[in-house]
């Protein structure tokens, strides 16, 4: 459940998104992803 602040926020900022365009100027290159975690704690002392 979010905020009706941040659903207009995902909203206004996926307007026009279309997930079939690529960032590459050949639709033949690769396009490189990196992924990583990070697990942080935070403790309370």
Do not use: W
């Not at 941040?6 to 992803?33: A, C, S, W």
């Amino acid at each position: 459940l979010c905020s009706e602040d941040e659903e207009r926020l995902v909203r206004d900022l996926f307007r026009g998104y279309n997930k079939l365009i690529r960032p590459v100027q050949n639709m033949t290159e690769k396009v490189h992803v990196r992924f990583g975690l990070a697990f942080v704690q935070l403790i309370n002392v």
